[in-house]
């Protein structure tokens, strides 16, 4: 039995047009108060957002808190990359010198000590040489000959040819590239006055640094953590600027062809402003940050706002046409766009609340802050923007403001119309065959979109290594900043790792005094998995049995301490190791041993090599493999297992996210069909077009190379909540046709119809998520682009697909499709007027022989 809505909806109507006033004065106060938020919304931006309450970050953070000093929050270093010819030569050395000098020179700069190869090789030529000042005095008064022979001396030496390129020759002494370390100190008062907006606080350190290198005479380029910072949020705030001026000058043109009127532009364009406003001033109020991903939700308001604006004022002026005054024109109007727009908002609202099932925050944060814009939206086109034209509307006789157009947009018999119908022929001729074959379709494309690939990378949040000539030739302030971080990411991959691997590390907690503690550690590299790097069957890893090892071999007395203690005779101390820890604390590898072993002597790490040709997938499992090995608790953690993880459960969350979406759409459907209109049934139908442009999304993005990411993980409950949108302004008008009319005029009045709006809004829509392309980021041009084809093919489907599965429904849901579809009679006091204007049935829908030119913005 249907439920009886209409009284709701006579309540929302009266307000919109006997008190006009007072609705928009009352939405002007609550955009006041969501004003207030806006001056609290913060940026978070950067790769950690992704990782809180990951295990493998979870144990990296205790790492970092545990093994003191070389991971303490008081310590940061900057890298300084020179690249020439010949780094190593008397000239490029002098010109690293010089820079060092001058960094260390300033105070600000909290510099605590620097190093670099060129120091190595002055210290070599003069042992004496161990300030800056006596090295560069040094290396100007050697010779070439004196340097080259410097230099060839430390052929061998970790701490000269860890610093160098991987085309180092010591022949000729010489390589393309070298790095110096700037070890600065990071004070409270550093710390707490840095850092602003989500930046290091090495990042105004850091940007100090490289001025100074920018201002010296050799090529050397500043890299660290504070530089990275930056660029995280530059890339914001860049994206924003280039995005959103676009978008409105698209949005605009847009309107301006929809409305053709002045008042209804500036009306559109306002509430549109609203939705923003509104959205993120509850972003500030609920202390939720924006970050990367959240640049696509203006973009997603306007382009739904514009949807649900083109219905209203279409269906409006629709019914101002058959001669209704402005009151009776807007209850009409409202009637079936609050229905419409209640469904629309529902489905909606469900496809992005499924991303708060992720495991990841920045995408429970989307969704969360996506679906009360939503919900912002279908408020302020379904009431504000009723009540503010009918207000207008009544005064605007007197205001000299020329109106330019009435019209709806489109008429019925019309080329466009021709081409809109074409899914009603189809559907009239072979719809069961019609609708096998695309549902076979679907399948091959959801076949093979199950190839599509995920990743999780630090360059997805930065931009490009080299922006577009396009975006570079904007004017100020529109042009994007000179970004250098993933263009050096890259050269130093090429130039100092290319043959080196990367690493994992295991982090072990236990009482490490216990026994058998070392040797868990020792045997745990024993037969290592494919992917580590191993000699003689043991992975080449360091930890604090390495550092004992390597100590006993450079100490007689610790060597004898260690041999009293070892049992098996394998150089791992089985006894007494609070003994052994308490000697190596007071020795002089002291620091070393705190990088793996923590003070408390309850947990250690040991880090293992991975091999240079290992994916991070194949690296992460086996990390894993050996972690699980150990009798003590231990986790497989470092940046490249991070990093895996958070791959992983990007594709869980899109997996996850679009199970939801589609069990929830499926029971909301089911339960409104069933609640407004007694038919449960057609929510299948309604369907039908969904799960089409679900599987031919996903099929898309592996036919483009586009991989599930931190942007595109959220794409498929996306389609899912916008596509749904042109299904049920589809179904809702056919169930309307069909209860006055036989299936084959239904049809091709709600295609013809219907359509017409929705293609209106399609280009819109699409154009104005579309516009995302212009982004710094090119995964968030990615996302636009999914988008924009999502919304593509939603309205396609649901003009094309959905009237062959309509015919199917009807054929089992209705007698006979000659006929109007029987249903039950609403309640005698639903409508108004109903014996005062002809025109009006008691659901407030026209009626009689009148066909409307076209359904405009129907809202259905």
Do not use: C
């Not at 036989?742 to 104005?768: I, K, P, Q, Y």
């Amino acid at each position: 039995m249907a439920y009886d809505y209409q009284r709701i909806v006579d309540w929302v109507d009266d307000h919109i047009v006997e008190r006009p006033g007072k609705v928009i004065l009352a939405f002007l106060v609550v955009t006041a108060l969501f004003g207030v938020g806006l001056g609290n919304v913060s940026t978070e931006s950067g790769t950690q957002q992704f990782a809180e309450d990951i295990p493998a970050q979870n144990a990296l953070d205790r790492i970092n808190d545990e093994f003191l000093p070389v991971f303490g929050e008081d310590t940061g270093s900057t890298q300084l990359i020179q690249r020439s010819p010949n780094v190593l030569s008397k000239q490029s050395m002098l010109q690293m010198l010089r820079t060092q000098e001058e960094i260390e020179s300033k105070p600000s700069l909290r510099v605590e000590r620097t190093s670099s190869a060129a120091a190595v090789a002055a210290r070599t030529i003069d042992p004496q040489a161990t300030t800056l000042e006596r090295q560069i005095t040094t290396l100007e008064r050697a010779t070439q000959s004196d340097v080259r022979a410097a230099v060839r001396q430390n052929a061998d030496n970790p701490a000269f040819t860890g610093t160098v390129s991987d085309d180092f020759n010591e022949k000729s002494a010489s390589a393309s590239a070298t790095i110096g370390v700037v070890q600065h100190s990071l004070t409270a008062e550093v710390s707490s006055s840095s850092g602003q907006s989500g930046s290091s606080p090495l990042t105004p350190i850091q940007q100090k640094v490289q001025r100074i290198a920018q201002n010296s005479e050799g090529d050397i380029t500043v890299f660290g953590s504070g530089i990275i910072a930056d660029e995280f949020g530059a890339v914001i705030t860049d994206s924003l600027l280039i995005v959103t001026p676009a978008a409105v000058i698209l949005i605009v043109l847009f309107l301006v062809v929809a409305y053709r009127d002045l008042l209804d532009l500036l009306l559109g364009t306002f509430s549109l402003a609203l939705a923003v406003v509104w959205t993120f001033g509850f972003l500030g109020l609920a202390g939720i940050p924006f970050n990367q991903i959240m640049i696509s939700v203006p973009p997603l308001l306007l382009a739904v706002g514009i949807d649900f604006g083109i219905h209203a004022i279409n269906r409006y002026r629709e019914d101002r046409q058959t001669g209704l005054d402005i009151e009776d024109a807007m209850r009409v109007a409202t009637d079936q766009l609050l229905v419409a727009f209640f469904i629309v908002t529902g489905t909606t609202v469900i496809g992005f609340l499924s991303n708060l099932a992720s495991d990841l925050p920045p995408i429970r944060d989307f969704g969360i802050v996506a679906g009360v814009g939503i919900v912002f939206t279908f408020l302020i086109f379904g009431i504000f923007l009723p009540a503010a034209k009918v207000w207008m509307d009544r005064r605007k006789e007197s205001w000299p403001i020329p109106t330019f157009s009435q019209k709806p947009l489109g008429q019925e018999g019309s080329a466009l119309g021709d081409v809109l119908s074409v899914g009603a022929v189809v559907a009239d001729r072979i719809p069961v065959l019609f609708l096998v074959f695309t549902l076979l379709l679907t399948a091959g494309a959801a076949g093979y979109a199950t190839g599509v690939d995920t990743s999780f990378t630090q360059e997805d949040f930065l931009p490009p290594e080299e922006v577009s000539p396009l975006l570079k030739s904007l004017p100020e302030p529109f042009a994007p900043s000179d970004y250098s971080v993933v263009g050096t990411l890259n050269f130093l991959e090429e130039k100092f790792t290319s043959s080196q691997g990367g690493s994992v590390t295991i982090y072990v907690e236990g009482r490490m005094e216990n026994d058998a503690a070392l040797e868990q550690l020792y045997r745990a590299g024993e037969d290592p998995p494919e992917s580590f790097v191993s000699e003689d069957r043991r992975a080449e890893s360091t930890s604090i049995v390495t550092v004992i090892r390597d100590y006993a071999d450079r100490d007689p007395e610790f060597a004898r301490l260690v041999a009293r203690n070892d049992v098996n005779d394998n150089g791992v101390p089985d006894d007494n190791l609070g003994e052994i820890y308490d000697a190596l604390a007071d020795s002089p590898v002291s620091s070393q041993a705190e990088r793996y072993l923590a003070e408390d002597h309850r947990s250690a790490r040991v880090v293992y090599t991975v091999s240079a040709d290992a994916s991070d997938q194949e690296a992460t499992a086996d990390a894993r493999l050996v972690a699980d090995r150990f009798r003590m608790d231990a986790t497989a953690t470092g940046g490249t297992v991070v990093f895996q993880e958070v791959s992983d459960l990007i594709f869980a969350s899109a997996v996850t996210s679009l199970a939801l979406a589609l069990g929830g759409t499926v029971v909301f459907l089911v339960f409104i069909y069933w609640l407004l209109d007694g038919l449960p049934s057609i929510a299948l139908a309604n369907l039908v077009p969904i799960v089409v442009s679900v599987a031919g999304v996903a099929g898309t993005m592996r036919l483009l190379g586009i991989s599930f990411n931190a942007f595109t993980a959220t794409i498929l409950s996306l389609t899912i909540g916008l596509g749904i949108d042109y299904s049920v302004h589809v179904v809702h008008r056919f169930l309307d046709e069909r209860k006055k009319t036989d299936l084959h005029t239904a049809l091709e009045r709600t295609v013809v119809g219907t359509g017409g709006a929705l293609m209106g809004s399609m280009f819109t829509t699409a154009f104005g998520i579309g516009v995302l392309v212009l982004s710094v980021l090119s995964v968030l041009g990615q996302f636009g682009v999914l988008t924009a084809i999502s919304i593509v093919y939603s309205f396609v489907a649901s003009l094309l697909v959905l009237p062959s599965a309509l015919v199917v429904w009807d054929r089992f849901a209705n007698e006979s499709p000659d006929v109007p579809m029987r249903t039950e009679e609403p309640p005698a006091d639903a409508g108004r007027n109903a014996d005062d204007d002809p025109l009006v049935t008691d659901g407030g829908t026209p009626t009689g022989d009148f066909e409307f030119p076209f359904d405009g913005g129907d809202g259905r």
